[in-house]
């Protein structure tokens, strides 16, 4: 074992895990949390490293999404940084603030193509004077037959729908 300035530490080599049989019936009974921050908790104590290639966009939401975290590199621009930090915080928002939305008016092909440029699953539908009138998902125009057609034949419809006001709890949302 070795121990620099006081600190032990431990090597590969220390360290033996016997096989035995364990007390816990089940893995999902078992808390692997930790604390990154006092104010930040993690449900696994995995963080990936903030190198350029490792750690964008893509791999923060999937970080967060297993219940780690990941730190976005920072070598781009702020601007750049400020937009992949966007992207994770629009994947894992409970409510997003701002949802993007296309009229009724516009094709199953316009939706595709504004989903995959934004990466998001779903838009909504508004009218004319922005009222929410559908909602429209990838696994809506998954099948869709023509992309030309407008997106209200295959949006989910009003009646379909369930919302509620801003001032709504998550316990009550769920």
Request: aromatic letters at 2%; a neutral charge.
């Amino acid at each position: 074992m070795s121990n620099c300035r006081g600190i032990k530490g431990l090597t590969f080599d220390d360290v033996l895990l016997v096989p035995k049989k364990s007390p816990v019936s089940s893995r999902k009974d078992v808390d692997t949390s930790t604390w990154l921050t006092p104010r930040i908790r993690l449900r696994i104590p995995i963080v990936s490293a903030n190198m350029d290639t490792v750690t964008e966009a893509e791999m923060a939401i999937a970080m967060a999404r297993a219940g780690g975290i990941g730190i976005i590199h920072r070598f781009m621009t702020v601007k750049q940084q400020v937009q992949q930090i966007r992207r994770v915080k629009r994947a894992e928002g409970f409510m997003v603030e701002r949802p993007y939305a296309l009229p009724q008016s516009a094709s199953i092909a316009q939706a595709q193509q504004i989903m995959t440029q934004r990466d998001v699953g779903g838009l909504m539908v508004v009218s004319e004077d922005e009222e929410l009138i559908g909602l429209v998902t990838q696994r809506d125009i998954l099948l869709a037959p023509n992309s030309s057609a407008p997106i209200s034949a295959v949006m989910t419809q009003p009646e379909q729908i369930i919302s509620a006001g801003a001032d709504i709890t998550m316990e009550e949302a769920r």
